[in-house]
């Protein structure tokens, strides 16, 4: 279960953030009202949520989740894989440090978002990415060991972040496309197969038996309806014109 979640307030600058996704430039007033209705969404699963300040230095900030790994025994901020981001997770670090764990962090030469992370019991997967690199696993692996969690790998091929791509839903509950229908490393789990057509989907959050979906991907809504979540769409359609998700935009814990 979690019980807290923290989020950034996205800043005007946000329409300079890092996109490949050629869907124009967000609008800021439009991303601003929807990251209040996620916000009010994490609410209505029980979360209490933070909210911390906008950062205009930072154009990705909003997208915390890749700042920060927080797990029940630690935090650990990260060193992010693209330069533009690479300072995010001092300007975390107050918070952080408030939160009464231990805190960990990576260091140069290792770089890794914490998008990259999915968490699955005391088990980390961590993707190797452009912006995760082999190092970055590795000192994640060390760190965790030191907590009694493990660690392991996947080679990422197409998407931005390992979560871009999958969602752990517990329960053994996987969803996931593309590349990740058919790994070695998730053979094991139940997977709900997202249509490539809606592969922006597979990047939902459980939280506490909830499951967020982006708004407008019916067959996904559907699937995981159908497998007895209760589901809450959210129109995050600002954020995906930076190739950012709904697990992009906060840290549960
Ligand atoms: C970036 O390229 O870093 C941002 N524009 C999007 C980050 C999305 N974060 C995530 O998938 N965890």
């Given at each position: 279960?979690?019980?807290?979640?923290?989020?950034?307030?996205?800043c005007r600058n946000m329409i300079n953030g890092i996109?490949?996704?050629?869907?124009?430039?967000?609008?800021?007033?439009?991303?601003?009202?929807?990251?209040?209705?996620?916000?009010?969404?994490?609410?209505?699963?029980?979360?209490?949520?933070?909210?911390?300040?906008?950062?205009?230095?930072f154009p990705d900030s909003t997208f915390i989740e890749?700042?920060?790994?927080?797990?029940?025994?630690?935090?650990?901020?990260?060193?992010?894989?693209?330069?533009?981001?690479?300072?995010?997770?001092?300007?975390?670090?107050?918070?952080?440090?408030?939160?009464?764990?231990?805190?960990?962090?990576?260091?140069?030469?290792?770089?890794?978002?914490?998008?990259?992370?999915?968490?699955?019991?005391?088990?980390?997967?961590?993707?190797?990415?452009?912006?995760?690199?082999?190092?970055?696993?590795?000192?994640?692996?060390?760190?965790?060991?030191?907590?009694?969690?493990?660690?392991?790998?996947?080679?990422?091929?197409?998407?931005?972040?390992?979560?871009?791509?999958?969602?752990?839903?517990?329960?053994?509950?996987?969803?996931?496309?593309?590349?990740?229908?058919?790994?070695?490393?998730?053979?094991?789990?139940?997977?709900?197969?997202?249509?490539?057509?809606?592969?922006?989907?597979?990047?939902?959050?459980?939280?506490?038996?909830?499951?967020?979906?982006?708004?407008g991907f019916f067959k996904t809504k559907k699937m995981?309806?159908?497998?007895?979540?209760?589901?809450?769409?959210?129109?995050?359609?600002?954020?995906?014109?930076?190739?950012?998700?709904?697990?992009?935009?906060?840290?549960?814990?």
């Amino acid at each position: 279960m979690f019980t807290t979640a923290i989020v950034k307030t996205p800043c005007r600058n946000m329409i300079n953030g890092i996109s490949t996704a050629n869907l124009g430039k967000p609008d800021y007033d439009l991303a601003l009202k929807q990251h209040k209705t996620y916000i009010h969404t994490l609410e209505k699963c029980g979360l209490k949520v933070m909210v911390l300040d906008a950062d205009e230095m930072f154009p990705d900030s909003t997208f915390i989740e890749d700042a920060c790994l927080i797990t029940p025994r630690c935090a650990i901020l990260t060193n992010p894989g693209d330069a533009s981001r690479r300072d995010e997770p001092l300007r975390l670090s107050k918070t952080i440090q408030g939160l009464g764990l231990p805190v960990e962090s990576i260091q140069t030469p290792g770089t890794l978002d914490a998008g990259d992370i999915m968490m699955v019991k005391d088990h980390y997967f961590a993707g190797l990415s452009d912006r995760t690199n082999a190092q970055g696993a590795s000192q994640l692996e060390t760190i965790l060991k030191k907590y009694d969690y493990t660690s392991s790998t996947i080679t990422l091929e197409s998407v931005l972040h390992l979560k871009t791509g999958i969602s752990y839903l517990e329960n053994n509950m996987l969803l996931a496309f593309g590349e990740f229908l058919t790994k070695p490393e998730l053979k094991g789990f139940n997977i709900l197969k997202v249509d490539a057509d809606e592969a922006y989907a597979a990047n939902s959050v459980w939280i506490n038996g909830n499951v967020l979906v982006p708004k407008g991907f019916f067959k996904t809504k559907k699937m995981i309806q159908d497998s007895g979540y209760r589901v809450f769409e959210v129109d995050v359609s600002e954020f995906q014109k930076l190739d950012g998700g709904l697990s992009c935009l906060s840290l549960r814990f």
